[in-house]
């Protein structure tokens, strides 16, 4: 019903920003709450933002709370993650996501219904 496709990542220094997109098709992307999640190789997949359907509420992780904004445009089908002060504890592949279930619910990754293929993004000196 919805396929993403994550852009934006790379390689950065600690202290410095980096902004995600996240391309959806479908006809249904309104429908969802859509956000992102980040996996190292070897852990467990972690939620890291979220945001409501109209983009009215937003949910993060205690790590990237006041450091990263999460944000929509359902004209755009576009979902993004503006990542600011980064630290080497943030590398990370991130996915972009999407589910049926509110904000609250994604500390369990799996309650997300879809996923996009996942960016590589690298923090460090």
């Known amino acids: 019903q919805v396929q993403l496709v994550e852009s934006g990542g790379g390689l950065v220094q600690p202290g410095g920003s980096l902004r995600l997109s996240c391309a959806a098709s479908?006809?249904?992307?309104?429908?969802?709450?859509v956000g992102w999640l980040r996996q190292t190789p070897g852990k467990e997949r972690e939620f890291v933002a979220a945001?409501?359907?109209?983009?009215?509420?937003?949910y993060y992780a205690v790590s990237v709370k006041g450091r990263f904004t999460v944000s929509r445009d359902n004209a755009k089908n576009t979902l993004y993650l503006q990542m600011n002060s980064l630290k080497p504890e943030d590398t990370a592949v991130y996915y972009c996501?999407?589910?049926?279930?509110?904000?609250?619910?994604?500390?369990?990754?799996?309650?997300?219904?879809?996923w996009g293929q996942g960016t590589q993004v690298t923090v460090s000196s």
């Open positions: 996501a999407a589910g049926s279930r509110d904000g609250d619910a994604w500390h369990d990754p799996s309650q997300v219904d879809y």
């Open positions: 945001i409501s359907r109209l983009g009215g509420r937003t």
């Open positions: 479908g006809s249904a992307f309104g429908r969802f709450v």
